[in-house]
């Protein structure tokens, strides 16, 4: 296992190369002059967009501008924004918003998704499981960043049970976007859910369980619900990395000041080194917790083996 | 004791004092999308000490089903038991309440299924498994459960137990496994164990040791022991007693040494001339005709009917034995033995 785990954590070197790379193409490749933009509605003046061009390498070509970055990156620089803002500042400063969102959206769908679905799959075609197949098929259905403006108008203008922008409030700031964001997710969750254990129900070891005499609570909680949760953590677990970098929408309508919000931002401005900067951090958590799924996998079910 | 008595003990003569689980009138049936399933159809019979009983008959002969009733795991709905008793000591099980029931699972009556791979959670360790019957029922710490589980596997014959309680049922082969089914069966010495085709997953040689094994345990605990199978070589080695089943009722009943030698029913001679012979090297097998019945519409009168050679129906018929109309009751045909045929007397040529 601690093999496993070192290869696994020596193969994300390669990937986070290919993909800063890629991103850096990316950037490279967008239509129009950062610089001249910069200014706005008053050109600035050609001394200084040269200088600014020169000081950002943006007159190199993109396998030049790429090893520079790579350089500055050996000695810990993530270099800054044309406003001479370091990127590791926009970072720290922004993670910890989008880390706390992630953290209710969550747990918003980890704690509602399973409890839901639990109990749609042990009382099949009941009115319980007919109200979780309707409804997680309409949220699956509208798009998030619609949904994100009916709650935003519905919870937060109309009734005013929540604020509808920024992070003023604290933890509870984040509980009507953490909804936003886990809607989707917390759907299939319950769908997930409610299938493994539908299914599980009829295992021929749930029969053997019932076989010895156990008591009904012992059946369902340690020999269905255990082994029906496990394709469901195995997909939470890899969710924390796609919510993490999947904010964008959710803390755009709700103005939350993110990583989300910080990456729509700099891809606008053409700031490279602040879009490769985040991007690849994301590319890191997403790798990251996919590892931990397939480590927790293993010890979740004593038949998957990493050799 | 010698070999020759106790692969083939003489029937009845064995039963001790009076049954220890006794099945009355058991009717069992299904409601699925396509309409009513009548899978058990009024089965009764009984089971004694130290007694072995094969219920023998092919799939959907609703010998699974009655047994998955008796012990209370029936998925209910989409089955439903519509008459009967079960009789367990002195208890009608099918009117105690549910947690009755369930106490009686494991230390009263216990079951072993066919698939031991499937019928183990694969997420627990079998020392886990096994545990679990003394943790459930005798209330005991989780580390005396393990230890007792030791002594079960070492019971069952499984090679250094001790090491081994900790692995997962994926580590074991199919002969192993099974042997941890049987030690968590009859983990609190039950009364009767029912063996749901313990061994037909399994390869001849590893079928033949749990038998036997089952044989031995039996021997040392007197426990009853129903054993549902299709295996004719099967019940003519281990039962004492055999039940043929057919279409959710039973055909015919008694002495595995007569039923076999001599059958009181066309179903079950029609089994008898199906086993391969060995003399008959490069002959054809026997098949009975026909297919097995729909359970959803089982034919009227004597439900074997449209697949007897030996039918009578129109003129050919006795008044009140005609086999496509009147059902054939189970009846004593001649002492010891009973059958659901109209003419079983000309079937056993008395």
């Known amino acids: ?307 | 004791m010698s070999t020759a008595s106790t692969s083939l003990p003489s029937g009845p003569a064995r039963a001790g004092t009076g049954p220890l689980l006794e099945v009355q009138d058991l009717r069992v049936r299904f409601r699925t999308g396509s309409g009513l399933v009548n899978a058990v159809n009024g089965v009764s019979y009984t089971v004694s000490e130290g007694e072995t009983l094969a219920i023998l008959g092919e799939s959907g002969s609703g010998k699974s089903v009655s047994a998955q009733a008796i012990m209370g795991i029936l998925d209910m709905p989409p089955a439903e038991i519509t008459s009967g008793r079960i009789v367990f000591e002195g208890r009608d099980l099918l009117t105690v309440p549910a947690e009755e029931q369930r106490k009686v699972r494991g230390p009263g009556i216990s079951m072993i299924f066919q698939d031991a791979l499937s019928s183990l959670n694969p997420v627990y360790s079998v020392g886990f498994q096994i545990g679990e019957m003394f943790r459930a029922h005798r209330g005991m710490s989780r580390k005396d459960a393990k230890k007792r589980a030791v002594e079960l596997m070492d019971r069952v014959r499984i090679p250094a137990a001790a090491q081994r309680v900790n692995d997962y049922p994926h580590q074991f082969s199919g002969g192993m496994r099974q042997r941890v089914m049987i030690a968590m069966a009859i983990a609190l010495d039950p009364r009767v164990l029912i063996a749901d085709e313990p061994t037909t997953a399994l390869d001849v040689t590893v079928q033949a040791q749990v038998m036997d094994l089952l044989k031995d345990l039996q021997r040392d605990t007197g426990m009853g022991l129903v054993l549902i199978t299709h295996d004719l070589g099967v019940v003519n080695e281990v039962a004492d007693n055999v039940a043929v089943m057919y279409a959710g009722r039973i055909v015919e009943r008694g002495t595995v040494d007569d039923v076999f030698s001599n059958p009181a029913h066309p179903y079950t001679e029609g089994l008898m001339s199906s086993i391969p012979q060995v003399e008959a090297k490069g002959g054809r097998l026997l098949p009975i005709g026909g297919q097995p019945p729909n359970l959803a519409h089982i034919p009227s009168g004597c439900p074997f009917h449209p697949r007897c050679p030996k039918r009578r129906i129109g003129a050919d018929a006795l008044p009140g034995r005609h086999c496509a109309e009147d059902v054939p009751p189970l009846r004593l045909v001649v002492p010891g033995r009973e059958a659901a045929c109209h003419y079983s007397e000309e079937v056993l040529g008395v």
Do not use: C
């Open chain 1, 1 to 307: 296992m601690g093999r496993y785990v070192a290869r696994r954590l020596l193969l994300t070197i390669p990937v986070l190369f290919g993909a800063s790379f890629l991103i850096f193409a990316m950037v490279y490749a967008l239509p129009g002059d950062p610089i001249r933009a910069l200014g706005g509605d008053r050109p600035l003046a050609p001394a200084v967009v040269a200088q600014l061009r020169q000081e950002f390498n943006l007159n190199d070509p993109l396998g030049i501008q790429y090893l520079k970055y790579l350089g500055d990156l050996a000695q810990g620089d993530l270099g800054t924004d044309f406003r001479g803002r370091p990127v590791l500042d926009t970072i720290s400063q922004r993670l910890p918003v989008t880390i706390k969102l992630t953290v209710v959206a969550i747990l918003i769908e980890a704690v509602i998704g399973i409890i839901a679905g639990v109990l749609a799959g042990i009382r099949r075609n009941s009115f319980f499981d007919n109200v979780v197949l309707v409804s997680t098929t309409l949220v699956v259905s509208i798009p998030i960043l619609v949904l994100a403006f009916i709650a935003q108008f519905t919870f937060g203008l109309k009734l005013g049970l929540f604020p509808i922008s920024g992070v003023q409030e604290g933890w509870y700031s984040f509980l009507l976007p953490g909804f936003v964001l886990a809607s989707g997710s917390l759907a299939y969750v319950a769908r997930l859910t409610r299938t493994s254990v539908a299914e599980n129900m009829r295992a021929d070891y749930v029969r053997t369980a019932r076989a010895k005499g156990l008591p009904n609570r012992t059946v369902v909680v340690r020999h269905t619900l255990r082994n029906s949760l496990i394709p469901v953590v195995t997909f939470v677990g890899a969710d924390i990395g796609t919510l993490l970098g999947g904010a964008i929408v959710t803390e755009s309508v709700f103005n939350l000041p993110g990583i989300g919000r910080a990456i729509f931002d700099a891809v606008r401005a053409q700031e490279g080194a602040v879009v490769v900067g985040i991007v690849t951090l994301m590319v890191f958590f997403f790798i990251f917790f996919n590892l931990v799924v397939d480590v927790l996998y293993a010890v979740l079910d004593p038949r998957i083996r990493y050799e």
